[in-house]
Protein backbone atom coordinates (compact mmCIF):
# COMPACT_ATOMS: atom_id res chain seq x y z
CA UNK A 1 0.00 0.00 0.00
CA UNK A 2 1.46 3.52 -1.27
CA UNK A 3 1.52 5.93 1.80
CA UNK A 4 0.35 9.32 0.88
CA UNK A 5 -2.16 11.97 1.57
CA UNK A 6 -3.93 12.98 -1.64
CA UNK A 7 -7.24 11.80 -1.33
CA UNK A 8 -8.30 10.16 -4.57
CA UNK A 9 -11.47 8.44 -6.36
CA UNK A 10 -11.07 4.60 -6.46
CA UNK A 11 -13.50 3.02 -9.10
CA UNK A 12 -13.95 -0.62 -8.67
CA UNK A 13 -15.91 -2.22 -11.30
CA UNK A 14 -16.04 -6.21 -12.98
CA UNK A 15 -14.88 -4.73 -15.89
CA UNK A 16 -12.62 -1.55 -17.02
CA UNK A 17 -14.60 1.19 -19.14
CA UNK A 18 -11.83 0.03 -22.16
CA UNK A 19 -12.36 -3.12 -24.51
CA UNK A 20 -9.02 -4.64 -25.89
CA UNK A 21 -9.11 -5.29 -29.49
CA UNK A 22 -7.26 -7.02 -32.83
CA UNK A 23 -5.98 -4.05 -34.96
CA UNK A 24 -6.31 -4.47 -38.47
CA UNK A 25 -2.66 -4.54 -38.40
CA UNK A 26 -2.34 -7.33 -36.58
CA UNK A 27 -1.89 -5.90 -33.02
CA UNK A 28 -4.20 -4.67 -30.57
CA UNK A 29 -5.48 -1.66 -29.33
CA UNK A 30 -8.15 -0.04 -26.65
CA UNK A 31 -11.61 1.16 -27.58
CA UNK A 32 -13.73 2.64 -24.95
CA UNK A 33 -16.97 1.19 -23.32
CA UNK A 34 -20.30 2.59 -23.09
CA UNK A 35 -22.75 2.36 -20.35
CA UNK A 36 -24.14 4.01 -17.63
CA UNK A 37 -21.41 3.64 -15.30
CA UNK A 38 -18.66 4.74 -17.66
CA UNK A 39 -21.04 8.18 -18.25
CA UNK A 40 -20.88 8.96 -14.81
CA UNK A 41 -18.00 8.50 -13.55
CA UNK A 42 -15.69 9.18 -16.37
CA UNK A 43 -16.07 12.75 -15.72
CA UNK A 44 -15.37 12.61 -12.08
CA UNK A 45 -11.68 10.99 -12.79
CA UNK A 46 -11.28 13.50 -15.42
CA UNK A 47 -11.85 16.26 -13.09
CA UNK A 48 -10.44 15.34 -9.98
CA UNK A 49 -8.11 11.90 -10.77
CA UNK A 50 -8.20 8.51 -9.21
CA UNK A 51 -8.06 4.74 -10.38
CA UNK A 52 -10.58 2.91 -12.24
CA UNK A 53 -9.86 -0.95 -11.16
CA UNK A 54 -11.39 -3.85 -13.27
CA UNK A 55 -11.12 -6.90 -15.43
CA UNK A 56 -9.58 -6.21 -19.08
CA UNK A 57 -10.77 -9.56 -20.54
CA UNK A 58 -9.47 -12.94 -21.37
CA UNK A 59 -5.55 -11.87 -22.71
CA UNK A 60 -3.81 -13.38 -20.08
CA UNK A 61 -3.60 -16.86 -21.94
CA UNK A 62 -2.85 -14.86 -24.96
CA UNK A 63 0.71 -12.92 -23.92
CA UNK A 64 -0.10 -9.64 -24.55
CA UNK A 65 1.20 -6.87 -21.76
CA UNK A 66 -1.86 -5.34 -20.82
CA UNK A 67 -0.12 -3.22 -18.66
CA UNK A 68 1.77 -1.77 -21.92
CA UNK A 69 -1.16 -1.22 -23.43
CA UNK A 70 -2.60 0.75 -20.73
CA UNK A 71 0.56 2.79 -20.15
CA UNK A 72 -0.13 3.89 -23.59
CA UNK A 73 -3.92 4.50 -22.86
CA UNK A 74 -3.25 6.59 -19.48
CA UNK A 75 -0.40 8.91 -21.42
CA UNK A 76 -2.79 11.95 -21.20
CA UNK A 77 -5.16 10.89 -18.82
CA UNK A 78 -5.16 12.65 -15.34
CA UNK A 79 -6.23 9.09 -13.68
CA UNK A 80 -5.01 5.55 -14.02
CA UNK A 81 -6.54 2.27 -15.09
CA UNK A 82 -5.73 -0.74 -13.04
CA UNK A 83 -6.25 -4.83 -14.36
CA UNK A 84 -7.11 -7.17 -12.54
CA UNK A 85 -5.42 -10.61 -13.15
CA UNK A 86 -7.95 -13.11 -13.48
CA UNK A 87 -7.69 -16.46 -15.62
CA UNK A 88 -11.01 -17.57 -18.40
CA UNK A 89 -11.96 -20.22 -16.05
CA UNK A 90 -11.77 -18.49 -12.99
CA UNK A 91 -13.96 -15.99 -14.61
CA UNK A 92 -16.52 -18.22 -15.92
CA UNK A 93 -17.03 -19.83 -12.46
CA UNK A 94 -17.25 -16.30 -10.89
CA UNK A 95 -18.66 -14.25 -13.58
CA UNK A 96 -21.51 -16.44 -15.44
CA UNK A 97 -21.66 -18.89 -12.93
CA UNK A 98 -21.73 -17.35 -9.07
CA UNK A 99 -22.66 -13.77 -10.11
CA UNK A 100 -25.11 -14.39 -13.40
CA UNK A 101 -26.92 -17.86 -12.24
CA UNK A 102 -27.00 -17.14 -8.38
CA UNK A 103 -27.07 -13.60 -7.29
CA UNK A 104 -28.82 -12.29 -10.68
CA UNK A 105 -31.90 -14.49 -10.37
CA UNK A 106 -32.01 -14.09 -6.71
CA UNK A 107 -31.63 -10.35 -6.81
CA UNK A 108 -34.44 -10.09 -9.23
CA UNK A 109 -36.58 -12.28 -7.06
CA UNK A 110 -36.46 -15.59 -9.18
CA UNK A 111 -34.71 -17.55 -7.38
CA UNK A 112 -36.03 -20.57 -8.82
CA UNK A 113 -33.30 -19.99 -11.59
CA UNK A 114 -30.06 -20.25 -9.25
CA UNK A 115 -28.10 -22.83 -9.53
CA UNK A 116 -26.23 -23.18 -5.71
CA UNK A 117 -23.11 -24.87 -7.04
CA UNK A 118 -20.88 -24.44 -4.29
CA UNK A 119 -17.95 -24.51 -6.84
CA UNK A 120 -19.65 -20.96 -7.94
CA UNK A 121 -19.37 -19.50 -4.53
CA UNK A 122 -15.52 -20.30 -4.13
CA UNK A 123 -14.81 -18.60 -7.50
CA UNK A 124 -16.59 -16.00 -6.66
CA UNK A 125 -14.85 -15.20 -3.37
CA UNK A 126 -11.43 -16.42 -4.66
CA UNK A 127 -12.27 -13.45 -7.53
CA UNK A 128 -13.00 -10.94 -5.13
CA UNK A 129 -9.88 -11.55 -2.90
CA UNK A 130 -8.13 -10.45 -6.39
CA UNK A 131 -9.84 -7.62 -6.48
CA UNK A 132 -8.95 -6.90 -2.76
CA UNK A 133 -5.58 -7.03 -3.05
CA UNK A 134 -5.40 -5.38 -6.74
CA UNK A 135 -7.00 -2.18 -4.94
CA UNK A 136 -4.47 -2.44 -1.70
CA UNK A 137 -1.78 -2.06 -4.07
CA UNK A 138 -3.19 0.59 -5.38
CA UNK A 139 -4.52 2.29 -2.23
CA UNK A 140 -3.01 5.62 -1.11
CA UNK A 141 -4.22 6.27 3.17
CA UNK A 142 -6.99 8.93 2.40
CA UNK A 143 -8.59 7.28 -0.98
CA UNK A 144 -11.79 6.73 -1.02
CA UNK A 145 -12.58 3.52 -2.36
CA UNK A 146 -16.29 3.11 -4.78
CA UNK A 147 -17.39 0.00 -5.69
CA UNK A 148 -19.81 -0.97 -7.84
CA UNK A 149 -22.87 -3.83 -8.08
CA UNK A 150 -23.36 -7.30 -7.29
CA UNK A 151 -20.12 -9.12 -8.95
CA UNK A 152 -18.01 -7.69 -5.80
CA UNK A 153 -20.25 -7.49 -2.47
CA UNK A 154 -17.83 -9.45 -1.27
CA UNK A 155 -14.29 -7.03 -2.18
CA UNK A 156 -15.18 -4.80 1.19
CA UNK A 157 -15.26 -7.50 3.30
CA UNK A 158 -12.22 -8.50 2.04
CA UNK A 159 -10.39 -5.35 2.20
CA UNK A 160 -11.49 -4.94 6.02
CA UNK A 161 -10.04 -8.56 6.48
CA UNK A 162 -6.92 -7.69 5.16
CA UNK A 163 -7.09 -4.44 7.71
CA UNK A 164 -7.81 -1.51 5.48
CA UNK A 165 -9.06 1.22 7.29
CA UNK A 166 -10.32 3.58 4.22
CA UNK A 167 -14.08 4.90 3.49
CA UNK A 168 -15.77 2.46 1.24
CA UNK A 169 -19.07 2.56 -0.80
CA UNK A 170 -20.95 -0.01 -2.62
CA UNK A 171 -23.89 0.76 -5.13
CA UNK A 172 -26.13 -2.16 -6.27
CA UNK A 173 -27.24 -1.19 -9.81
CA UNK A 174 -30.16 -4.37 -9.56
CA UNK A 175 -33.15 -4.60 -7.43
CA UNK A 176 -32.61 -5.81 -3.92
CA UNK A 177 -35.24 -8.78 -3.19
CA UNK A 178 -37.53 -8.87 -0.22
CA UNK A 179 -36.01 -11.49 2.69
CA UNK A 180 -38.35 -14.61 1.88
CA UNK A 181 -36.96 -14.73 -1.11
CA UNK A 182 -32.77 -13.57 0.13
CA UNK A 183 -32.56 -16.21 2.38
CA UNK A 184 -32.93 -18.74 0.67
CA UNK A 185 -29.27 -18.91 -0.62
CA UNK A 186 -27.08 -20.65 1.36
CA UNK A 187 -24.53 -18.14 1.88
CA UNK A 188 -27.11 -15.35 2.99
CA UNK A 189 -25.16 -14.88 6.25
CA UNK A 190 -21.86 -14.65 4.55
CA UNK A 191 -23.39 -12.37 2.21
CA UNK A 192 -24.81 -10.43 4.34
CA UNK A 193 -22.29 -9.90 6.43
CA UNK A 194 -20.07 -8.76 3.57
CA UNK A 195 -22.51 -5.88 2.60
CA UNK A 196 -22.27 -4.56 6.36
CA UNK A 197 -18.85 -4.29 5.53
CA UNK A 198 -19.37 -0.74 3.73
CA UNK A 199 -19.63 2.60 5.14
CA UNK A 200 -22.21 3.53 2.74
CA UNK A 201 -24.61 1.43 0.09
CA UNK A 202 -26.50 2.94 -2.21
CA UNK A 203 -29.70 0.96 -3.85
CA UNK A 204 -31.81 1.86 -6.78
CA UNK A 205 -35.11 2.37 -5.16
CA UNK A 206 -36.52 2.85 -1.40
CA UNK A 207 -37.85 -0.68 -2.32
CA UNK A 208 -34.28 -2.16 -2.25
CA UNK A 209 -33.61 -0.48 0.93
CA UNK A 210 -36.85 -1.27 2.83
CA UNK A 211 -36.27 -5.20 1.54
CA UNK A 212 -32.24 -4.73 2.30
CA UNK A 213 -33.18 -3.89 6.25
CA UNK A 214 -35.45 -6.64 6.59
CA UNK A 215 -32.93 -8.60 5.09
CA UNK A 216 -30.80 -7.40 8.23
CA UNK A 217 -33.35 -7.61 10.60
CA UNK A 218 -34.21 -11.56 9.64
CA UNK A 219 -30.32 -12.52 10.20
CA UNK A 220 -28.75 -10.44 12.60
CA UNK A 221 -29.95 -10.89 15.81
CA UNK A 222 -28.74 -7.88 17.90
CA UNK A 223 -28.80 -5.57 14.71
CA UNK A 224 -30.14 -1.95 15.41
CA UNK A 225 -31.29 -0.19 12.93
CA UNK A 226 -32.00 3.87 12.76
CA UNK A 227 -34.13 4.75 10.21
CA UNK A 228 -34.64 8.35 11.54
CA UNK A 229 -33.81 10.07 8.37
CA UNK A 230 -35.61 9.96 5.19
CA UNK A 231 -32.16 8.67 3.44
CA UNK A 232 -30.16 7.28 5.13
CA UNK A 233 -30.19 3.94 7.53
CA UNK A 234 -27.50 3.16 9.72
CA UNK A 235 -26.97 -0.25 10.42
CA UNK A 236 -24.83 -1.07 14.24
CA UNK A 237 -24.09 -4.69 15.14
CA UNK A 238 -23.59 -4.62 19.05
CA UNK A 239 -20.91 -6.82 21.03
CA UNK A 240 -22.02 -10.64 20.55
CA UNK A 241 -24.60 -10.21 17.49
CA UNK A 242 -24.08 -13.04 15.26
Not at 129 to 155: G, P, S, V
Not at 175 to 181: D, Q, W
Not at 221 to 238: G, H, K, S, Y
Amino acid sequence: MQDKEKRRLIIVSNRLPIIIEKSIEGGYKIGHASGGLVTAMTPILKRDGGVWIGWTGNFLEENINIEELLEQEMKDLNYRYRSVDINLNDYELYYKGFSNEVLWPLFHNMSIYCDFEENYYKAFKKANQKFALTIMDELIENDFIWIHDYHLINTGKELREKGVKNTIAFFLHIPFPPAETFNRIPWRLEIMNAMLSYDLIGFQTKLDKKNFLEVVASLIEDAVIDQTEERIATITIQEGGA
